[in-house]
């Protein structure tokens, strides 16, 4: 059990609060980007100890089954989800199932706040960039959409020396998504993205993100 520190709030408790997810049973506690202090353990738990600093990813694998033995946790058919499948962060105190497989120890100069912030858009974006896009530096990496998600694959694509094209439709995102690595910005309002990549870049980027799931995002990303 963890005593919950931070917690954020996403999209997606949006989409819980609305009725989207099939899994939320009211009376329910939504909540999952949280960060947290651990208070007691389970007897299966060897891993971590009380008073242990953690945060832990939106999707928590069982970490037995074949897609997580396969490193797809994110898809397991037994995933625990804090705030979805069960009770989450919006709390004083929050149950962890898998919490073994899944908590990540924090590193004394990362707070608690800053923690809450990693487990859902970080990531989510980590995994595209650097797991699935296998970014290496010098690429062109274009990410359309600069909500948390995109932005966060900003951060990330910059540090691993990729150049980054940031596409919105809002100058202020574009501003921050500039401030921090992206190498050009392309506001969609004033004209087709993909054209303009493929001109900036000579062809077009090793790797395109829609980090919003738009239909025309979507287009443009793959175009």
């Not at 299966?44 to 946790?73: A, M």
């Not at 709390?91 to 990362?110: C, H, K, M």
């Not at 809450?116 to 650097?130: E, K």
């Not at 500039?178 to 087709?192: C, F, H, K, R």
Request: aromatic share 8%; proline share 3%; glycine share 12%.
């Amino acid at each position: 059990m963890l005593a919950v520190k931070a917690c954020g709030i996403c999209r997606s408790d949006w989409h819980g609060w609305m009725g989207n997810d099939p899994d939320i049973k009211l009376p329910h506690v939504p909540g999952h980007e949280l960060a947290g202090e651990v208070v007691a353990v389970g007897s299966e738990i060897s891993n971590f100890k009380l008073g242990d600093r953690v945060t832990l990813p939106f999707v928590c694998g069982c970490g037995t089954c074949e897609q997580c033995r396969s490193g797809n946790q994110q898809v397991c058919d037994r995933q625990f989800q804090p705030g979805f499948t069960a009770w989450g962060g919006f709390a004083e105190f929050v149950a962890i199932e898998y919490a073994d497989t899944n908590l990540v120890r924090l590193p004394d100069e990362i707070d608690f706040v800053t923690a809450a912030s990693l487990g859902c858009r970080f990531a989510t974006s980590y995994r595209a960039v650097v797991d699935q896009g296998k970014v290496a530096a010098e690429q062109w990496v274009a990410v359309h959409g600069c909500g948390g998600v995109g932005l966060s694959a900003i951060m990330i694509a910059a540090a691993f020396g990729a150049r980054v094209i940031a596409v919105d439709i809002a100058e202020d995102k574009l501003q921050f998504a500039s401030s921090i690595g992206a190498e050009v910005v392309i506001n969609s309002t004033y004209g087709d993205p993909a054209d303009a990549i493929i001109d900036i870049t000579e062809g077009g980027a090793h790797i395109s993100i829609d980090a919003l799931g738009h239909l025309d995002i979507l287009i443009n990303s793959i175009s």
